[in-house]
């Protein structure tokens, strides 16, 4: 099993343009959250989707849109980027409703936006 | 006042000593207790996790709950050069609460030989 992947690893933009960040896992979990990471403020969830065909807000959802494109993928767009989007993303995913419901990380998204 | 507060570090350390890494929170809905580790440019990864108060160990590592003062410790006997990495308190509510973890800054370890 390959867990959680995520694509790209590395990727450089300029203000302005657009991108999508891929996730996908193969744990058939039935939810699946963004977060980003930056230095000294933790990881922040940005959208989450407690199930396929649903997705809400998380606490830093501005400037960015998600899709759950079925069970296993779960997608992030970020439509006219901004320097403050420069972050570490991570895509997650949980069976929901377990206990503790331990969440699995991809190996992130290093995003620069020039 | 962020729901839940740690300590950011560096903790710099040498092998073999014991460590303590803490987190206190401010949600009293909160009911597990999540540790999460995360070595340098990698995703995090549970480490352990306990319900309620009380103690849970596993190998090297104690987790600890304390509800009444809603302080969370994570210690580390006989730390080693491996175990350097960047750990991430989360708690989370119980049933009828929200299943998402609150993470914490983290708080980063550093074990030197």
């Known amino acids: 099993n390959a867990g959680v992947t995520q694509t790209p690893k590395f990727q450089v933009l300029k203000t302005g343009q657009s991108m999508t960040l891929q996730c996908a896992q193969d744990?058939?979990?039935?939810?699946m959250y963004w977060y980003r990471q930056d230095p000294g403020m933790g990881l922040r969830l940005i959208y989450y989707?407690?199930?396929?065909?649903?997705?809400d807000k998380g606490e830093v959802p501005n400037g960015y849109n998600v899709s759950r494109l079925n069970k296993r993928e779960f997608s992030l767009r970020l439509e006219s980027a901004a320097p403050s989007q420069t972050s570490v993303y991570f895509c997650?995913?949980?069976?929901?409703?377990?206990?503790?419901?331990?969440?699995?990380f991809g190996p992130g998204t290093r995003l620069t936006v020039l | 006042q962020k729901e839940v507060e740690q300590d950011p570090g560096p903790l710099s350390v040498p092998e073999g000593a014991i460590v303590s890494l803490n987190c206190t929170y401010s949600?009293?809905?909160?009911?597990?207790f999540m540790w999460y580790r995360q070595y340098s440019r990698k995703g995090p990864e549970l480490l352990m996790y306990?319900?309620?108060?009380g103690n849970k160990e596993d190998g090297r590592f104690t987790a600890q709950v304390d509800k009444s003062s809603k302080y969370i410790s994570l210690f580390i006997r006989d730390s080693q050069p491996s175990d350097s990495a960047t750990y991430l308190c989360?708690?989370?509510?119980?049933?009828?609460?929200?299943?998402?973890?609150?993470f914490g800054r983290g708080t980063s370890l550093i074990v030197h030989p």
């Open positions: 997650a995913s949980s069976e929901s409703g377990g206990k503790p419901d331990t969440q699995y």
């Open positions: 744990m058939n979990h039935n939810s």
């Open positions: 989707s407690a199930s396929e065909g649903t997705t």
């Open positions: 949600n009293s809905a909160f009911q597990y």
């Open positions: 306990t319900y309620s108060s």
């Open positions: 989360a708690p989370r509510s119980g049933a009828g609460g929200s299943y998402i973890p609150t």
